[in-house]
């Protein structure tokens, strides 16, 4: 069964780095497509990126900027960093794994999704 | 980008209802279309892909349908799980834009 699970600082400052961690298990990161996807409270989904473990990275232009990615093969984990948070960026974020079926990217798998505040 | 609008939204429907959620991209997009189904405080599933492909593990009472720009789930007769909130994905290009989401309700 796969498993991934998001962790990482509940509360980071504003123009501050997010780090948020996805730890997969049930599944190996490799051969597959990761993605984080956020939802800012009362709101719809915002996909930010995906990423192929071998590093194929595809970005959402409007935080191609402040967006790395990573994936570690040997802890089997997902990684994201946003760089100058503000206020905008509280949301819940959820990283999800892609199934590739010839018509795109489907996200199959996700996490429960965790809460990040920014605030001072 | 490409601008997924849904609609209706909301949607009030009745237990045994047979419901349509409709998704229109503003561009074509083939047969790049996902959908999935959100509940309150908990991550998104997926219910469909390549618009017309039923997820594994999925009711049979879900389908999806179109090509192009515009596209349709139905769910054939409703269950009291699937008051949800149902969002539409297009992965044809990137961003992989999200419609606004349709929010079930019950009637």
């Known amino acids: 069964q796969v498993q991934l699970q998001e962790s990482g600082p509940g509360l980071v400052k504003p123009s501050e780095t997010l780090s948020l961690t996805c730890t997969v298990s049930g599944s190996s990161v490799s051969g597959y497509y990761w993605s984080w996807i956020r939802q800012a409270p009362g709101k719809g989904l915002e996909w930010i990126v995906y990423?192929?473990?071998?590093?194929?990275?595809n970005y959402n232009p409007s935080l191609k900027s402040r967006v790395t990615v990573s994936v570690d093969t040997s802890k089997n984990q997902f990684s994201l960093m946003l760089s100058f948070v503000t206020a905008a960026d509280t949301a819940v974020y959820y990283c999800a794994r892609g199934k590739s079926n010839g018509f795109g990217l489907a996200l199959e798998h996700w996490g429960q999704g965790s809460l990040v505040t920014v605030s001072s | 980008d490409i601008q997924m609008t849904q609609s209706p939204s909301p949607l009030s429907a009745s237990v045994g209802d047979r419901v349509t959620i409709t998704c229109r991209a503003n561009l074509r997009i083939s047969n790049y279309l996902n959908w999935y189904q959100q509940k309150p405080g908990k991550a998104p599933e997926l219910l469909i892909y390549?618009?017309?492909s039923l997820q594994s593990g999925v009711p049979s009472r879900f389908s999806g349908s179109g090509s192009g720009t515009d596209f349709t789930l139905t769910i054939s007769r409703l269950q009291p799980e699937d008051f949800a909130t149902y969002y539409c994905?297009?992965?044809?290009?990137?961003?992989?834009?999200f419609g606004q989401g349709t929010k079930l309700e019950i009637k």
């Open positions: 994905q297009q992965s044809y290009m990137v961003p992989h834009t």
């Open positions: 990423k192929y473990h071998t590093g194929t990275t």
């Open positions: 390549a618009a017309s």
